[in-house]
């Protein structure tokens, strides 16, 4: 629960130690979170740590061994239709009528919604206005990606579930797609994300949660986790006719083929120390790069660790 002066805001969705078995195997472990109106939140992991059988749950379509939770201040497990209209759900994959146009398709989906938004609306928001008249079974695998995602927001709802939205996206469409995120969310809808694209991740959620064996080992803001990585990469190609020791480089300096790699907690002062000597010879150092950690490694890194 979140309070605001004297009011208290109820989170859009609720985990309070959340367990699914599967007979002796425990595939959701004592997983707990909040989800805030109007926040995207990305729960991450690797196939098998438990992420779509939580997402399932939070769905209403599997049930639970034990735990609480609320979406929408209700118990999926028993909600009725008030529930179904209020919430979106974009499957990795859907079994959509290959006949009908994607207009029909939306009317037809549309139609089980109180409050739909308009079809056309909708097929403008995910960019398909030139296959609005096609059958589905034409579409290419990105424009079925596409329409799976107008089918998940044609009902306008207050809680959307993005299962690996982008996957078969190219960059343009990809970047596009979070825009209309981002879109949907200043407008108030609550977004659930899980991507296998750590940058996806990254640009969207304004939370993340990670999932490892079944259990959320970690969870903040990207900028958060990122933090919890303190070295910086330092690259750059070796000028022609000058050898590594010429350059002031601390020990733990990398060097394959013409490429110098360091990895530091103190970027400002090795690259101080790197230019001024680079000055002191007049030469220019050829892809010079300084990296952050991205979530991706953040991620890799809680992953393995984890293992061991």
Not at 176 to 204: I, K, N, P
Not at 223 to 237: I, K
Not at 243 to 259: D, K, N
């Amino acid at each position: 629960m979140t309070t605001l002066g004297s009011v208290t805001v109820m989170p859009a969705i609720e985990v309070r130690n959340l367990v699914k078995e599967y007979g002796e195997h425990r595939a959701v472990d004592s997983v707990s979170f909040e989800i805030a109106s109007g926040e995207v939140y990305g729960l991450l992991g690797h196939n098998g740590a438990g992420k779509s059988t939580t997402v399932e749950i939070l769905e209403g379509h599997r049930s639970r061994t034990s735990g609480s939770l609320s979406v929408l201040g209700m118990d999926p497990a028993s909600a009725g239709r008030e529930f179904r209209d209020r919430i979106g759900i974009v499957l990795q994959s859907s079994a959509v009528e290959r006949e009908l146009t994607v207009r029909e398709s939306l009317d037809v989906y549309g139609s089980c919604y109180s409050s739909p938004r308009p079809a056309d609306e909708v097929i403008a928001m995910v960019g398909l206005e030139e296959k609005a008249n096609a059958r589905i079974g034409s579409l290419s695998g990105g424009q079925r990606r596409r329409l799976d995602l107008a089918l998940g927001i044609i009902g306008d709802p207050e809680v959307l579930f993005l299962d690996e939205p982008t996957t078969g996206f190219d960059p343009v469409a990809r970047r596009q797609s979070w825009e209309l995120v981002e879109r949907l969310c200043a407008g108030g809808m609550t977004v659930l994300l899980t991507t296998h694209y750590l940058d996806e991740a990254e640009h969207l959620a304004d939370r993340v949660g990670v999932l490892v064996g079944g259990r959320l080992v970690t969870e903040g803001t990207p900028e958060q986790l990122m933090a919890m990585s303190p070295t910086t990469t330092v690259s750059f190609d070796l000028p022609s006719g000058i050898e590594i020791s010429a350059l002031r480089l601390p020990e733990t300096a990398e060097r394959v083929g013409h490429s110098v790699r360091i990895e530091t907690e103190h970027p400002t002062a090795l690259l101080a120390d790197l230019t001024s000597s680079a000055v002191a010879l007049g030469v220019e150092l050829p892809g010079l790069t300084v990296r952050r950690p991205s979530l991706e490694d953040v991620f890799l890194a809680i992953g393995n660790e984890d293992d061991r």
